[in-house]
């Protein structure tokens, strides 16, 4: 218990940095002997505290985007209630296969996002409009993408912060503290979701000590997380996620 608080600690400060720190709390349960569907449900279930310390951590950065996430709230809410049931009803190995496709793009996203922000702000001046603004297209691929991630996230919660910050990185011109925030939002709603989802349906298969010591710990970690992760430079905090995503990537292809 102490070893998996300790992970949950880990993956909290993760999750709020990048938003992948069910790569450190999964492999830990499984390399501990619990089976894969039991260990997706009582880290997701454990993992809420921490997405709630890491969003009031950044809850300053939400501040002026509601125009924006109350089309992408709902559509993480749907998405992680399909992404909740397809993990009751679908074998585990169907997404595992493709999550190393998806972090692979996710990282690429988020390398190119500063050429694609200055792009769409150079086009956006082209036709007369604000930089700030988000045309109609732009956002219907958000929401769509957003809902995609949800359904991911409602499935195998590992990395879907990383597509998040990849899908808002090359389609909105914002910062990328401000896209963290958002995405420490989004990311909760989705854990909750499916923590919610999981607990209904299969009360039996969660193992509730592993969930209480992840929660502790990460709630722990979420705080440290915010704290000292509102601190880097919008460089630095690219370079956390692509190290972080590259270690992921190589734990999921060497499993």
Known sequence: MLLIGLAGLGAGAVNALVGSGTLITFPTLV?????????????????????????????????????????????????????????????????????????VLALILVLIGPWTQSWARRRAEEQGRSAEHVTPTRMTALVLGTFAVGVYGGYFTAAQGILLVGLMGALLPESVQRMNAAKNLLTLLVNLVAAVGYTLAAWERISWSVAGAIAVGSLIGGVLGARYGRRLSPNALRATIVVVGLIGLYRLLAA
């Open 31 to 103: 390399t501990l002997g619990y089976p894969p569907v039991t260990a997706t449900m009582s880290n997701a279930v454990g993992l809420v505290a921490g997405g709630v310390s890491s969003t009031w951590g950044y809850r300053r950065e939400l501040r002026g985007q509601w125009n924006r996430l109350r089309w992408q709230v709902p559509a993480s809410l749907a998405g992680a209630a399909l992404g909740a049931y397809l993990l009751l009803h679908l074998p585990e190995k169907v997404f595992i296969k493709i999550v190393p496709v998806l972090l």
